[in-house]
């Protein structure tokens, strides 16, 4: 059974950093790909960044291009979101995803971190 369990959200003034941490088990993450979405209130979730276990192959979402990185750990099997320069439009609460690299839905999901971004 996968298991996927965030940590690191908070409150932060706008233009400072949090770093998201997902520590996940219960599975062969190789063959995985893992996200970070989010959903701020009333609003639809949202992918935010993604990456391919295997390489480290990531993309993002435009508006966070440049001020959030994904990254994991594979000794670790901890996946991480650092996220500089933020912005109000920020705040949501954040949550990491994973899927075999053979299915196009994300099959599992952590709890959730809120981060919220005072300005």
């Known amino acids: 059974q996968v298991q996927l369990v965030e940590s690191g959200g908070g409150l932060v003034q706008a233009g400072g950093s949090l770093r998201l941490s997902c520590a996940a088990s219960?599975?062969?993450?190789?063959?995985?790909?893992m996200a970070w979405f989010r959903q701020a209130p009333g609003k639809k979730r949202e992918l935010v960044a993604r990456i391919r276990w295997s390489d480290g192959n990531a993309d993002y979402r435009n508006s966070v291009k440049g001020r959030f990185t994904v990254s994991r750990d594979n000794a670790k099997n901890t996946v991480y979101l650092q996220m500089n320069s933020l912005k109000p439009e920020d705040t949501a609460v954040y949550y990491c995803?994973?899927?075999?690299?053979?299915?196009?839905?994300?099959?599992?999901w952590g709890q959730g971190t809120q981060v919220t971004v005072s300005s």
């Open positions: 219960g599975g062969t993450f190789s063959a995985y790909a």
């Open positions: 995803a994973a899927r075999s690299s053979l299915v196009v839905s994300y099959r599992y």
